[in-house]
Structure formats: C-alpha cells, structure tokens
C-alpha cells in the first residue's frame, strides 16, 4: 500500500521562532498534497492543497506568509510555520493523493507542534 | 464551498450492538465519501468508501449507504467490539475539483464491553 510519512512526529519551540515539517511519499510520486490541522477534540480541516512545482492553493482564513509550502519534488512537501505563537500549537497532518484512478488520499502520521 | 454536517457527536453502544452514523453534505457535485476511524494521536485511517455511482456497499461489519437525492450519507458498524472505541470521521469531496476533503465534525464512539 501507499505510505506517507512526516517528520518530525513532535516538535516544541519557542515563541516566535519557525518549523519545519515534511512530508514524504515513500512508494509513490504524489503530485497533490493537502495539508490539515486539527485541534483537539476537533476535525480536520484543510488548510491549503500543495501541488508539485506551482504555488499552492490555500483555504479562506488560512494565512500563506505565515503557513509556507513548499512542494519542491514529486515525493516531498514541507510546511513552515513561521514566527509560530501558542495558538498555531496543533496536530498538523498532511495526505497525498496519487492519481493513479483512484480517489483515496493517503494520510501521513501527523506533527504535534506545541508553542511555548 | 462544501459543508458537511455528522451526527452525533458521541455515541455510546453496548458490544454486540450496532452502530450508525450520520452525515449530510451540502455540494450535489460531491462523488466521493470516505469514512476514516482515528484513534488518540493517531493518523485518520480509511475504513470504507463509497462513490456517487453507488447506493451502498458493505466490508464485513461496516457497510456505507449514500442517498444522493437527500444528499446525506450514513455509516453502520454491527456486531460492534471495544477495539470499534474511537473517532469516526465521514467526509465529501469533489474529484473534478482537486479532491479536496471537507470533514464532518467527527463521532466519537464508545463500545461498552
């Protein structure tokens, strides 16, 4: 089956400062990659669609100069929170969709990024 | 843009017992619904889909069954076990428009040993 992956699982940092996380095809190429965060005790919801080589596509509310996206090959798609504060502290989880006939997205294991 | 409403929110069964879920969408465009299952800090995982094509289709305990008209859409676990315990999440999304899901606010299940 398919596998996504994100590193890193968790993460802790400091007001104010930016992180990254990635997010990998590891056994197919994915030209579409979604990005979501989740609260807890709540759903998820999409924050912007990452496509490789062009600019990605991000929902109404979701800020793009503080949520960077960076879909640079086939197989990897990086989100940035820059300049993070306490409230961006969320689950974010990326999926990736493989055209490949089918509709199923492919869910990585998700990033605990807590801001302190 | 898409809405999709779940319901209820937490559901608490005896084990043995069934369990159904329900969701409504508000895009007739939609044409495809998964229904994912998360556990506490877990990635959602896909239990069972269904298209537009489809009125109903079943995977042992679990079977999906879409009413296009009324646009909604409803999940049934029988026979249900403690490990069923967790977040169930049904979904919509429109493949001609990039594929992106729109989550219903989530169910959380409870089977009662």
């Known amino acids: 089956g398919a596998v996504v992956s994100q590193h890193p699982s968790w993460v802790i940092c400091k007001s104010g400062t930016s992180v990254k996380i990635e997010c990998r095809s590891l056994d197919f190429q994915a030209t579409t990659m979604f990005w979501y965060r989740q609260f807890p005790k709540q759903s998820l919801m999409l924050m912007a669609t990452?496509?490789?080589?062009?600019?990605?596509?991000?929902e109404q509310g979701v800020e793009k100069d503080k949520f960077l996206i960076n879909h640079a090959s086939l197989t990897l798609s990086t989100l940035t929170v820059t300049s993070a504060h306490p409230e961006d502290s969320s689950f974010y989880i990326c999926?990736?969709?493989?055209?490949?006939?089918?509709?199923?997205?492919?869910f990585g294991p998700g990033t605990r990024l807590t801001v302190t | 843009g898409e809405n999709v409403e779940q319901h209820p929110s937490t559901l608490s069964v005896q084990e043995g017992d069934s369990a159904v879920i329900k969701c409504t969408y508000s895009?007739?465009?939609?044409?495809?619904f998964p229904w994912y299952k998360q556990e506490l800090g877990k990635r959602p995982q896909l239990i069972i889909d269904?298209?537009?094509?489809?009125g109903e289709k079943k995977d042992q305990r679990i079977a999906v069954t879409l009413n296009k008209t009324a646009k909604h859409f409803s999940l049934h676990i029988t026979e249900t076990q403690p490990e069923d315990s967790a977040v169930y999440f049904c979904?919509?999304?429109?493949?001609?428009?990039?594929?992106?899901?729109?989550f219903g606010g989530g169910t959380r299940v409870l089977v009662k040993p």
């Open positions: 990452s496509n490789e080589g062009s600019k990605a596509t991000y």
């Open positions: 999926s990736a969709f493989a055209p490949s006939g089918r509709f199923e997205q492919y």
């Open positions: 979904a919509a999304s429109i493949q001609a428009a990039g594929n992106k899901l729109t």
């Open positions: 895009d007739s465009a939609s044409n495809y």
């Open positions: 269904i298209r537009s094509n489809v």
